[in-house]
């Protein structure tokens, strides 16, 4: 729908099935307050649809710009279901920065519920103005409200995460405190949202909850707390993840390899390989220089009796330099550097450019599922 601050900002198809409810829903909402508007009414439900997701994305903007203010990447914005997801790609490196980038959306949407209570005081409140501004000004302050709930993946509950981490100094402390209580807020909302509706506490009357009021609130309830406890558990594994990536090191995954030269045929390339204790071949031209890396699927496909006239030049793939990685990467980055450039087998050079061996994408992934199998420390 655009780039604003540069952020590309996404409309996922859902948003479309929410705009039709809400139309629907404020439409007879407005038949009981300005009868007299007829089917008009649903163009303005319509417009408050659209208007009421637009603040939503004026919240998600404040997460963004925040973001982007602590350097840290936003790959985009998306407005879905239940409101909208900023999706930031890396952690906050202090708490401060997390509480921060955590409670500048809710605040802009209180600013903004101010902002339309005043607006609703300078017009008719029996008009379709009036009427809108108050509408805009409650879904913001039920937008504020609901995020300041102190679970993941609330904004409060990555504010709550933030104290946590502040208190004890452990990220992952905060995030296991924010996530379970996310998971009972989720809980809550499903027993509870219902129940209240049921029993006249949110002020409707009971008699005049029906059967399929009754319905349509336990979905309602099931759907938010789906939303939640997924989110809360997402953030479980993202920071278990996080905790484990520093034990993903190039150096320590990577194979041996020996230098051959492209006219090297297969099976004497291998007959020096096993004699080095070496498990991965890469081939070098003249000066001694690296040009390419034999794939092992590739070697696996050439029967034991066809080797001795195979040259392992047909067998290797040209390097890019997309597919020479230092020594020294490790955890986020190594990963980050693997999923620009996608490959199967990598070379890995030392800091000075001498070859330390190769690095095959299917080891990292069986040591990244190693570590995230550990017990949480």
């Given amino acids: 729908m655009g780039r604003p601050f540069g952020v590309p900002v996404y409309v996922s198809p859902s948003w479309f099935l929410v705009a039709a409810l809400i139309t629907w829903v404020f439409g007879d909402q407005l038949d009981r307050v300005l009868p007299d508007l ?91 103005p009036g009427v809108l501004l108050a509408g805009l000004m409650i879904s913001n302050l039920l937008v ?26 452990k990220p992952m402390a905060g995030t296991v405190a924010a996530a379970w209580i996310g998971r009972g807020l989720a809980v809550a909302i499903l027993l509870g949202l219902p129940l209240l509706t049921h029993t006249g506490f949110l002020g409707n009357r009971t008699e005049e909850v029906g059967g399929m009021e009754t319905v349509m609130d336990a979905l309602l309830a099931a759907i938010l707390a789906a939303i939640i406890w997924t989110g809360a558990g997402n953030s479980l594994r993202m920071a278990r993840l996080r905790e484990h990536l520093p034990e993903l090191r190039a150096r320590s995954l990577t194979r041996r390899a020996i230098p051959v030269e492209h006219t090297t045929p297969l099976s004497e390339a291998l007959r020096r390989a096993n004699e080095a204790g070496a498990r991965a071949l ?32 047909t067998l290797a793939q040209d390097l890019t330099a997309g597919m020479k990685v230092s020594a020294e990467l490790t955890g986020e980055e190594l990963l980050d550097h693997l999923r620009a450039t996608p490959a199967t087998e990598y070379l890995v050079l030392e800091p000075g450019g001498a070859i330390y061996g190769v690095l095959s994408t299917l080891d990292v992934e069986k040591a990244f599922v190693k570590a995230m199998a550990r017990p949480q420390s």
Avoid: C
């Avoid at 637009?54 to 840290?72: D, G, I, N, P, Y």
């Avoid at 239940?82 to 890396?90: A, H, Q, R, Y």
């Avoid at 504020?144 to 100094?169: E, K, Q, S």
């Avoid at 034999?294 to 040259?311: F, G, K, Q, Y």
């Fill in 282 to 313: 890469v081939v070098v031209d003249g000066q001694g220089d690296p040009t390419a890396i034999v794939r092992e699927t590739a070697i696996a496909s050439v029967p034991e009796h066809r080797r001795p006239w195979v040259a392992v030049s």
């Fill in 38 to 128: 007829g089917p008009v009414r649903y163009l303005v439900s319509l417009f408050f649809a659209v208007a009421f997701y637009a603040s939503v994305l004026v919240h998600e903007l404040a997460h963004t710009v925040a973001a982007l203010r602590f350097k840290l990447p936003v790959r985009r914005i998306q407005l879905q279901f239940f409101g909208g997801v900023s999706e930031i790609e890396k952690e906050s490196e202090t708490p401060g920065r997390e509480f921060v980038l955590a409670a500048v959306g809710p605040l802009l949407s209180l600013a903004l519920a101010g902002a339309f209570y005043l607006g609703m005081n300078a017009v008719d409140p029996a008009t379709v």
């Fill in 144 to 169: 504020a409200a609901f995020n300041l709930l102190p679970g993941l993946p609330l904004d409060g509950g990555r504010m709550l995460r933030a104290v946590i981490w502040g208190i004890t100094g």
